[in-house]
């Protein structure tokens, strides 16, 4: 993640890349990287410590038997828990270290949970990983990925670009069709409330904006290869301009599609911009990867696929805030 | 509605929840006649399965009756009478055209979640976790169930009874793709490591796919006796004898030609420093397995074969003897069990007399005690092997 480079499209399938080119958005996200990154510096010696001094305590917190032979395991992990410490609070942008750290540790699965739903400040998602006392590691893992991204030496235009790839098993004719229509877009695209088709190559999007706002605007199809490729782009006077292309090609195994499809646009500045930025996803390629998901699920089975915890389908927002898996009322 | 919901760990409660609904065309609801505890659902009890939240129903194993479908269901009805795979699949994508149901693409809305842990995600499972997709549970009186021209096979026959039918939703299917997956020949010795209810199908499989000779090893003689009884299996008490020397001397020194895992994250060690070492770990999630059984499972393995795993598995792993498993080009195959694939040929397995799979039941009770099945099953107590709860 966050090492994209326009014009190289992943391969994988349900892969997605993003390329940002707006240095105030890589600052803001830098900050809290930042700070999430010393937190978590911090919160290895907060763990480590107990370990070292009070590791027949820690032992009983964490539900194993208090035996001579555990404290010093417990204590050993302490040492180590310790040692990867300095490292990322000597460091102004931590990225090494705290892959180091993830190393070290294991992906730790246990606090996903919880280090997804705790959104708000670094501070509040290291107390919860405190109070979890579990999974630091997947703590580790968002706060490199961010770093990391804002580190992308990326200068120049402003645009934000995303890619994405996911193989469907339905033939490219048939893609084509689907996407062609462009009023079956708003059916996977998460951010759209309508498309319509105006004449041949037109049509008018409404896209839902923050705050119940909607906005507006004109595209038209500039590129069009029956069962190969699309190619999309907002009118002049769009107050976000974006295009879109998606490329098809037949996959290896009989009569699956390769779709490919990358996103662009130019968020304006000022307020506007920080809302236009919302609505097309804080995270385009979360975004994109969500978006070709819902595609997949409704080209293969007719609908968007729900569930209990995520009644309205695949949504990144909706997995950070999961309903409990019980129906709904 | 009353729902058997995980409440923390260590803690399950019957509560009441709202009714499920219909929310996609391909759904039917389900009204749960008999639905059982499983040893993946002990993960979830004792807190190392992540993504669970307070309040989700459990339950993946279960069936009933129809009682509605959505409007784009086809082959089943309202008054059906069905068994419900526990792996959650589309039919239409390339994974379910392989057959490979677990892995199905599109029935995990969740699927980020996974990629984040796992690198790709694998289907939707009932009542197990957030992860794997947020659906509530069969430990209920009614269940939602998606895809239903897909999954849930229709139990025509009404001489067969639930208790006879019902673990061709996961343990049997399960226990029986564990042994196929070791491409058995006869003379084969088969190992399989835990005599749970998982193991219990997984040597009685081995044996009817032909295996020579079938050993199972765990250390509770009342799961030992039923392995013998049932599936004519060798036992080992891992408390008693070294597994690796006793799997020795069974195949005059070459160790079985396949082992099979029905044992999972949550394995315990007879040796205290060992084990005290993976449960510190595994409690600091430093890593989330206790894998003793693996490791056992991949040394004693003969040069050449193949280890199985079944019993289910987490994220990340320590001290993997991977150095054994490369030099003596062993083959690993798992998987969650691609249910779908083997309920029909199961079925006819159970009505033609070949195996009964009753044999592991040991406790029946009301769905509103759930919780005291859980313990009991927890801590094996009063010879306590499955618990059927009947809804
Ligand atoms: N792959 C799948 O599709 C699938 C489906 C169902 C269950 N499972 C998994 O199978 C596993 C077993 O399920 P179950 O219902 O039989 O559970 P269970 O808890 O009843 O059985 C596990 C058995 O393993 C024994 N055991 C523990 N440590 C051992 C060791 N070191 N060596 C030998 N035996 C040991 C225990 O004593 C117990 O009898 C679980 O991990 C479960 O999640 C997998
Ligand atoms: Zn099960
Ligand atoms: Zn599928």
Request: charged share 25%.
């Amino acid at each position: 993640m966050g090492s994209a480079r326009p014009g190289n499209p992943t391969t994988s399938e349900g892969g997605a890349q993003a390329t940002t080119a707006d240095p105030r958005g890589s600052d803001g996200r830098r900050g809290g990287g930042e700070r999430l990154a010393k937190g978590l510096a911090w919160f290895s010696i907060g763990l480590g410590v107990p370990q070292v001094l009070a590791p027949g305590r820690m032992n009983r917190l964490i539900g194993v038997d208090d035996s001579r032979q555990n404290r010093a395991v417990m204590r050993a992990m302490g040492v180590r828990e310790l040692a990867g410490a300095p490292g990322i609070l000597d460091r102004p942008r931590p990225s090494g270290f705290l892959f180091a750290r993830v190393a070290g540790d294991a992906l730790d699965l246990a606090l996903l949970g919880a280090a997804l739903r705790a959104k708000g400040s670094a501070r509040a998602r290291v107390a919860a990983a405190a109070a979890a006392v579990a999974g630091v590691t997947v703590l580790d893992v968002i706060a490199s990925a961010k770093t990391s991204r804002s580190a992308d030496p990326t200068t120049g235009e402003r645009a934000v670009r995303a890619h994405g790839a996911i193989t469907v098993n339905r033939p490219p004719d048939e893609v084509y069709r689907f996407w062609r229509d462009v009023e079956n877009l708003p059916r996977f695209m998460a951010h759209l409330e309508s498309v319509h088709g105006q004449e041949d190559l037109r049509s008018h999007w409404v896209a839902r904006a923050p705050a119940g706002r909607t906005v507006e605007w004109d595209a038209e199809v500039v590129e069009d290869v029956p069962g190969e490729l699309i190619a999309w782009r907002s009118l002049d006077g769009a107050e976000v301009p974006n295009s879109g292309t998606v490329r098809l090609a037949p996959a290896p195994r009989g009569g699956a599609t390769e779709v490919r499809v990358d996103v662009e646009h130019q968020p304006p500045l000022g307020a506007v911009g920080a809302a236009a930025a919302r609505l097309f996803g804080e995270d385009p390629v979360q975004q994109i990867k969500d978006d070709l998901r819902r595609f997949k699920q409704v080209i293969e089975t007719g609908e968007v696929v729900r569930s209990d915890g995520s009644p309205d389908g695949t949504r990144t927002q909706r997995q950070l805030h999961q309903r409990h898996a019980q129906p709904l009322a | 509605m009353r729902a058997n919901c995980w409440m923390g760990v260590h803690r399950v409660e019957v509560r009441d929840v709202p009714d499920p609904k219909i929310l996609n065309d391909g759904d039917a609801i389900v009204r749960v006649t008999s639905t059982a505890i499983c040893g993946s659902d002990l993960h979830l009890f004792d807190g190392y399965i992540p993504t669970m939240e307070k309040g989700d129903v459990l339950g993946h194993e279960f069936m009933g009756e129809v009682v509605e479908v959505g409007k784009g269901v086809t082959r089943v009805e309202v008054g059906d009478r069905v068994v419900v795979p526990f792996p959650i699949a589309c039919g239409s994508c390339l994974a379910c055209h392989r057959e490979l149901y677990s892995l199905c693409e599109n029935s995990n809305p969740n699927a980020g979640m996974a990629e984040k842990a796992w690198g790709s995600s694998a289907a939707g499972i009932f009542g197990y976790s957030h992860m794997a997709g947020g659906y509530a549970g069969g430990q209920a009186e009614y269940v939602r169930v998606p895809f239903a021209d897909v999954g849930p096979i229709v139990i025509e026959d009404d001489s067969l009874s639930d208790e006879q039918v019902l673990f061709l939703s996961d343990i049997f299917p399960t226990g029986y793709m564990g042994a196929e997956l070791c491409d058995i020949q006869p003379a084969d010795t088969v190992a399989v490591w835990g005599a749970g209810p998982v193991g219990q199908f997984a040597a009685a499989s081995a044996a009817l796919l032909g295996a020579g000779q079938v050993v199972v090893i765990d250390r509770f003689p009342y799961r030992l006796r039923t392995a013998a009884e049932h599936a004519g299996a060798q036992t080992l008490n891992y408390e008693e004898v070294d597994v690796r020397e006793a799997l020795r001397e069974l195949t005059a020194g070459r160790g079985p030609d396949a082992c099979i895992d029905a044992v999972g994250m949550e394995a315990h060690h007879g040796s205290g420093p060992i084990h005290a070492y993976d449960k510190v770990k595994q409690g600091l999630r430093m890593e989330t397995e206790r894998p003793h059984a693996l490791r056992q499972a991949i040394t004693s393995c003969r040069n050449g074969g193949t280890v199985s795993i079944m019993g289910v598995y987490g994220g990340m792993v320590d001290k993997f003897p991977l150095g054994s498993l490369m030099n003596r080009s062993l083959t690993i195959k798992t998987g969650q069990c691609h249910v779908q694939r083997y309920m029909r040929p199961l079925l006819q397995r159970i009505q033609s007399g070949e195996i009964d799979p009753t044999f592991v039941i040991t406790h029946r009770m009301p769905l509103s005690e759930a919780a005291q099945g859980y313990d009991i099953f927890r801590h094996k107590q009063d010879d306590c092997m499955k618990v059927v709860l009947n809804a």
